[in-house]
């Protein structure tokens, strides 16, 4: 094993923290202690309570839980606002991880870097061909969009790092480069938002990807996006064999105790899962999904 085994174990308590609250299934089976039973402060903790108010009451965001614990104990646990228009949240809801599925997908990747299956300078190349020959969109002296060849591959660090040249469908904005790479992954088909209506898998989508052009040269810049996680996802599955959500629920979940973490929660479940709400200041609800080029 490696001499920074240190980095895996934080990043495995750095999940716990993440992770934990959508395990707890109701606020009655949970036993929450005083805060000075672990060293903490009920009259500070009370400072939590006003700044969720203050934030519903600019409507910064719609509602939430919030989950102190210390030494393993819970010592603060309280739901705030709605989860959808005339409902009360609960602390049992289920939220919507996003984002926060990237540092679990990177711990899983991580696993396998522990156990000496790749290096981080290794290019993506070596184990997805298709990420061999890779173009850069770059804009001339006249202002119009050229496809030149990428300067050097795409290594797994870069992916890791979001200095790769990946960009995004709401990126488009950055620079004609990346407007121009976001309408290309539209025109391909690329799904790199939060959707019910996915058609392609991991493999595919990543391959769709690897089709399109780079918004800059690797290691040049960076930009934060969906499709170099996917990649990083789709190398999970190379290296271990099994689909992504299997190998998560097997390697991280299981471990943890985690029972209720879905990629497509059961029907029987969606009653918890609260609606999502943007624009904060105004807060409008989202129904539906935005991509550049729809």
Known sequence: ???????????????????????LSSAQAIDVVKPEDVGMSSEILTNIDKLAEKALKEKYLKGAVVLVARHAKICYFKAFGEADEGKAMQTD?????????????VAALMQFWDQGRFELRDPVSKYIPEFKDLKVAEVDSNGQIRLVPAKRQITIHDLLSFTGGVSA?????????????????????????MSETYTKNLEENVKTLAKCPLAFQPGESWCYNQGGMDTIAYLVEIFSGKPFDKYLEEHIFAP???????????????????????KPGTLEKITKEWAVGK
């Open 256 to 278: 943890l105790g985690i029972k209720e973490m879905w990629f497509y929660p059961p029907e029987d479940k969606f009653s918890r899962i609260p609606a999502v709400y943007d």
């Open 169 to 193: 469908t709401y990126m488009d904005a950055l620079s004609p480069a990346h407007k121009y790479v976001a309408e290309e992954y539209a025109k391909a088909g690329v799904q790199d938002l």
């Open 1 to 23: 094993m490696r001499k920074t085994r240190g980095l895996a174990r934080f990043a495995w308590l750095f999940l716990l923290t993440l992770l934990v609250v959508p395990n």
């Open 93 to 105: 809801a289920i939220f919507r991880l996003a984002s926060m599925t990237k540092p679990v997908t």
